[in-house]
């Protein structure tokens, strides 16, 4: 698969521990340079490999391998293609055999397996959110190629109460967390999806990036994607995840 390389490249630091049932994480510095991956004739991946923020997990992971590649389970919303590319920042190469998850919301603002839990409502505290249900729309695991690849068919998302709109990421290198952060949308396609259906039929306010405390206070500005629309009108974005293999535990 060839995916197209003039879009956002997102970075991604990687952790010490893994953070499951509350143990510690460690986060690296994300503004800082790790190797400039030019000089290993990289063409593909001709870009400084900067460590972009982390970002909360928040409550909703379902620790699931829903291996799959089409996530919507046949909800509506304006089709959106995800590739994502998994690179070792330490020398630009892609890392193969990466778990990637995926998780957002539906236009309505609900997460599956937490679809008792209003999302016209402050979001329960991280530690006592539990699975209400068996759904799972909006989720999913793939496991990346020899390239680093994986690609996601999913929809643009809707919002819930206090945050903008958003999708989480989190990426498995050795079977240790690598990152977990959140990423983004520039505000003026979000007000066009979102004067559509079935997104005007959400009755609820809108957070915009600028209102959100996470977007503001973890650096979310650099986590905005770069959509492109296809010759069809559907939507796309392309992520270079730059992980840092050496610092994960094992």
């Not at 521990?17 to 004739?41: D, I, M, Q, W």
């Not at 690179?87 to 309505?108: E, Q, R």
Request: charged share 20%.
């Amino acid at each position: 698969m060839i995916l197209k390389t003039s879009v956002l490249f997102l970075v991604f630091a990687a952790v010490i521990n893994c953070h499951r049932a509350g143990e510690s994480r460690k986060r690296l510095p994300y503004n800082s340079t790790v190797v400039n991956c030019v000089r290993f004739k990289r063409a593909s991946n001709q870009h400084e490999c900067v460590l972009t923020p982390e970002e909360m997990e928040g409550p909703y992971f379902v620790a699931e391998e829903l291996v799959r590649s089409d996530i919507t389970e046949g909800h509506p919303g304006m089709p959106l293609t995800l590739n994502i590319s998994i690179t070792d920042a330490s020398n630009c190469m892609p890392i193969g055999n990466a778990k990637v998850f995926v998780w957002h919301t539906d236009y309505l603002g609900y997460y599956s397996g937490f679809t008792e839990y209003d999302p016209n409502k402050p979001a329960p505290d991280v530690d006592k959110a539990n699975t209400t249900d068996d759904t799972r729309f909006m989720r999913g695991m793939q496991i990346t190629d020899h390239n680093g690849y994986v690609a996601f068919e999913t929809v643009f998302p809707g919002w819930y109460y206090g945050r903008t709109i958003h999708i989480h990421i989190e990426t498995y290198v050795g079977g240790n967390v690598a990152h977990v952060t959140q990423v983004y949308f520039d505000e003026k396609l979000t007000e066009t999806i979102v004067s559509q259906a079935p997104y005007n039929k959400r009755n609820f306010p809108r957070k915009k990036n600028s209102e959100d405390h996470i977007f503001v206070d973890e650096n979310g500005k650099d986590l905005v994607l770069d959509v492109m629309r296809t010759e069809t009108g559907l939507l796309q974005t392309t992520i270079n995840l730059g992980v840092d293999p050496s610092k994960i535990s094992n």
